[in-house]
C-alpha cells in the first residue's frame, strides 16, 4: 500500500518568495496532520485537519503560513513570503483515528520535505 | 531518555547487545504511548504501541514497557543490528484530551558492527 506521498522532496528557494508543500494522505484516513522539525525544536504540530476540516492551527507560527484540504486525498501547506528561519523538514501525517469512542490509532509519516529559505 | 536540550541522548551499542530506550512522560492523562524510529532522510516510521492498561506489550524484537506509577515508557530492542541506527521517539496521546500525540525530543540510537 502506499504511505502518506509528499512533494517535493527538496525545495530551495530565495527569501520572500512562495512556498507550497503537497500531501497525499493514506486512502482512507481522515486525519491529517502537517509538522516542522528542527534541531532546535524538534517535532511541531503546525496544524490538522479531521474530515478535510481544520481542527486546530494553533501551531501555525504566523500569518504568512497556511494550509488547506480541499478534499479527501490532497492537503497543501503554503508560507508566503518565507523567510530564512522558516527553513526545516516540514512532515505530513495521517491516521484514522481522532474520534471519539474509537481507540487511538497510530500516524503514519511521510518522508518530508526539507525546505531552504535562502 | 528524552532531553530538553539542543543535542539529543545517544545510546552507542554493539550489533548483537539488547537496547533499551527511555522516556518520560508528562501527563498524567495520557493513557495511548507510540514508538517511532526516524532514520536519515525519512519521516517517523511506527514501531509499536501500548495501551495504559497495559504495562507491557511485545513485538517483533521490540518490547515496550509502561510503568504509570512514575510515568516512564521504555523500548527494548533485542539482539540490536544496524539496521536499527536511527532516532526513536516516544509520543503520549491523553483521550480524554485533543486526541494529539505529545513527541518528545528523542533519542539516537548508534550500532556499531
Known amino acids: 500500500d502506499a504511505g502518506v506521498i509528499q512533494s517535493p522532496r527538496h525545495e530551495v528557494t530565495e527569501m520572500g518568495q512562495e512556498v507550497t508543500l503537497r500531501c497525499k494522505p493514506i486512502?482512507?484516513?481522515?486525519?491529517l496532520f502537517w509538522y516542522r522539525q528542527t534541531m532546535m525544536r524538534g517535532l511541531e504540530l503546525l496544524i490538522y485537519?479531521?474530515?478535510?476540516?481544520?481542527?486546530?492551527d494553533s501551531g501555525m507560527p504566523e500569518d504568512r503560513f497556511s494550509a488547506k484540504m480541499p478534499n479527501a486525498s490532497f492537503s497543501t501547506l503554503k508560507i508566503q513570503p518565507s523567510e530564512p528561519r522558516d527553513s526545516a523538514v516540514y512532515f505530513c501525517?495521517?491516521?484514522?483515528?481522532?474520534?471519539?469512542?474509537?481507540?487511538?490509532?497510530?500516524?503514519?509519516f511521510g518522508d518530508g520535505t526539507r525546505l531552504s529559505i535562502l | 531518555g528524552e532531553s530538553v536540550g539542543l543535542h539529543l541522548p545517544t545510546l552507542s551499542v554493539q550489533e548483537g547487545d539488547n537496547s533499551i530506550i527511555n522516556c518520560a512522560y508528562s501527563?498524567?492523562?495520557?493513557?495511548?504511548f507510540i514508538w517511532y524510529k526516524q532514520e536519515s532522510g525519512k519521516g517517523p516510521q511506527f514501531i509499536i504501541d501500548i495501551r495504559s492498561n497495559m504495562d507491557k506489550r511485545q513485538g517483533q524484537r521490540v518490547t515496550v514497557l509502561l510503568n504509570k506509577t512514575v510515568k516512564h515508557l521504555s523500548l527494548q530492542i533485542a539482539a540490536t543490528q544496524p539496521g536499527d541506527s536511527a532516532v526513536y521517539f516516544c509520543a503520549e496521546i491523553a483521550s480524554g484530551g485533543s486526541y494529539i500525540p505529545t513527541f518528545g525530543r528523542g533519542t539516537s540510537l548508534i550500532v556499531h558492527p
Open positions: 485537519f479531521n474530515n478535510n476540516v481544520p481542527i486546530d
Open positions: 501527563n498524567s492523562a495520557s493513557d495511548y
Open positions: 501525517a495521517s491516521s484514522d483515528g481522532l474520534i471519539r469512542g474509537l481507540s487511538n490509532q497510530p500516524q503514519h
Open positions: 486512502s482512507g484516513h481522515n486525519s
